[in-house]
């Protein structure tokens, strides 16, 4: 079984930065790949950004440009940086981890909240 903790949530004022982290109980290279994904109330789960096994990241449209997804290896832990973030923003963020044998393993959430 892998745990995925998230942290680094909370308040902040648009055009402002968080950086969430997703820690991995087990090495984060035995997955094809990592992601986040947020969901807002009354809405569907979306994917935000995502890194492959290789490196290879993905974003959606709405915060290209504005998020960058990232990783230690070391620590293995995947970061997602959020810049001048928007009151759309707002949603609860989830870390999910594509494992190649088992069913996707997903975090807790945390909640970002953008708002002046």
């Known amino acids: 079984q892998v745990q995925l903790m998230e942290s680094g949530g909370g308040l902040v004022q648009p055009g402002g930065s968080l950086r969430l982290s997703c820690a991995a109980s087990?090495?984060?290279?035995?997955?094809?790949?990592m992601a986040w994904y947020r969901q807002a109330p009354g809405k569907e789960r979306e994917l935000v950004a995502g890194i492959t096994r290789g490196g290879i990241t993905n974003y959606a449209d709405s915060v290209k440009g504005r998020f960058t997804i990232s990783r230690a290896s070391a620590k293995n832990t995947v970061y997602l940086q959020m810049n001048s973030l928007k009151p759309e923003d707002t949603a609860v963020y989830y870390c999910n981890a594509d494992d190649p044998i088992q069913s996707p393993y997903w975090g807790q959430g945390t909640q970002v909240t953008v708002s002046s």
């Open positions: 087990r090495n984060i290279f035995i997955f094809n790949s």
